[in-house]
């Protein structure tokens, strides 16, 4: 076939149409070596081999070859691709080279691309009804062209690989696999599907909570039972605290409680019987349960039985309120507040029954705080009791915030601590007391103020 002369070639054929928006580029990359076959770009010289060599006419006609080929290559660009093309990471240099810039786009048409995903798509291609053989077999091919079957050097190996990708039934390794290149052995595969699953059994081992047992846990499990649905019921139904009565009876739905307008002869005041008041007490001779008592209203086994533990030191510490809180055991705890480096903390009880975390005013320095150091905008959710039944002279005079940390394993949870004149003890909130989780874990934790 005859050569032609690069310096003196016209084009005269049409080269197909590049979209990088609607391109199929294994099918466009055949219409172009079609189309410099058609159009003589193929048979181009880049020397005049009937005269001596020249280096001068060589490199003219070489610079002629790669400018008739960029150009022809470059009016197969819809604007889209010319807009791809101008932003290539190329050189000047790389950019008068037609398969330089076809090896750029082809890296940017296929990123993110994996001949597996094809492959899946392929063993999952299933004829239609309406589909002839001939068709079938025509879409089985041009999909296996994408699949690049032609180029494996160990085709057992990527048989494997590739139902490892498609069965792995695991989003997470699926998509590490996806990620692999395209060159990535069913060795790389196995090594990675390794080391994720061994991450999760080690992340699983670091982050489970060992689970530490206690006198006063063994004692709540022991006494912990689930009653039966009838006791449930009758637990929800609940006794009205004022008359005594059953809250389900009729008369006490529709009437109200006939105590509403009772006056006490313990207490002088309204709204109860003589047999409820809370400063009356009860057939034992123990104290009716207030929120300093810290008596459990809930019908719950293991809460039933901390409270009877916790009601045995706070009796102690009500017949002297003075006394070291040391004494009582570990089912006290501590509040404390950081001031600089130096630690300065009060001790105070694991009050499940109080609905707020409350220190009294002359402890204030004890924590190294002043008045001045608390906030007056947020008051109390309810005004504190107490235990003897006397006129309430509890005063909140501010708030602070603070830290409350277990030191043995770090537990820790935010809490507003109320400072109350007139208050005997330091105690915990309920809510405190179950974010820490004292109820099945009495250690002690400290408060550190964050203000």
């Known amino acids: 076939m005859e ?80 807009k791809v093309v101008r932003n290539l990471p190329l050189t000047q240099a790389e950019r008068q080279d037609a398969t330089t810039i076809i090896c750029g786009l082809e890296e940017y048409l296929e990123a993110g691309t994996n001949k597996r995903v094809y492959r899946k798509e392929f063993q999952a291609r299933i004829r239609t009804e309406d589909e002839t053989c001939d068709a079938y077999m025509i879409a089985l091919k041009d999909m296996a062209r994408k699949c690049k079957f032609t180029q494996e050097a160990d085709p057992e190996s990527e048989r494997i690989l590739d139902q490892v990708v ?11 696999l996806l990620q692999l290149p395209n060159t990535a052995t069913l060795d790389d595969a196995l090594k990675l599907a390794r080391n994720i699953m061994a991450s999760r059994r080690n992340a699983e081992a670091i982050i489970a909570r060992p689970t530490t047992d206690t006198p006063m846990a063994s004692r709540l499990r022991q006494n912990t039972r689930v009653p039966p649905k009838e006791q449930i019921d009758k637990n929800k139904r609940g006794t009205c ?34 047999r409820c008041c809370p400063t009356f007490p009860d057939a034992g001779g123990r104290p009716r349960p207030t929120a300093q008592t810290n008596a459990i209203t809930d019908t719950s086994e293991d809460e039933g039985a901390l409270s009877s533990i916790v009601s045995e030191i706070n009796t102690a510490t009500l017949k002297n309120p003075l006394d070291p809180l040391e004494k009582l055991g570990t089912e006290t705890v501590t509040i404390a507040h950081w001031k600089g480096i130096s ?42 009791r107490q235990a003897d039944g006397q006129p309430n002279n509890l005063r909140t005079v501010g708030i602070f915030r603070a830290r409350v940390s277990w030191a043995p394993s770090n537990r820790e949870t935010i809490a507003d601590v109320y400072v109350i004149d007139g208050l005997a003890q330091p105690m915990l909130s309920r809510q405190v007391c179950r974010e820490l989780q004292i109820f099945v874990s009495p250690h002690r934790p400290t408060i550190n103020n964050t203000q």
């Open 3 to 82: 050569k032609l002369d690069p310096r003196y070639f016209i084009c005269r054929a049409t080269p197909p149409t590049l979209d990088v928006d609607n391109v199929d580029w294994t099918q466009w990359k055949e219409d172009w070596e079609t189309f410099k076959g058609h159009s003589g770009i193929n048979r181009l010289l880049e020397a005049d081999y009937t005269k001596p060599p020249s280096d001068e006419v060589t490199t003219a006609m070489r610079a002629a070859k790669r400018t008739i080929t960029v150009d022809a290559l470059k009016t197969t660009f819809t604007p889209s691709t010319a």
């Open 166 to 176: 498609a069965g792995i039934n695991d989003r997470e390794i699926t998509e590490k």
């Open 241 to 274: 605290g004022k008359c005594g009565h059953g809250k389900d009876k009729p008369w006490h739905q529709t009437k109200g409680c006939p105590a509403a307008k009772a006056t006490c002869r313990h207490c002088n005041k309204k709204g109860h019987y003589d």
């Open 343 to 384: 630690s300065r903390r009060v001790s105070c009880l694991a009050d499940t029954g109080s609905n707020t975390t409350c220190v009294p005013l002359q402890d204030l320095s004890r924590l190294g705080l002043t008045t001045s150091d608390l906030t007056h905008t947020k008051p109390p959710p309810q005004s504190p």
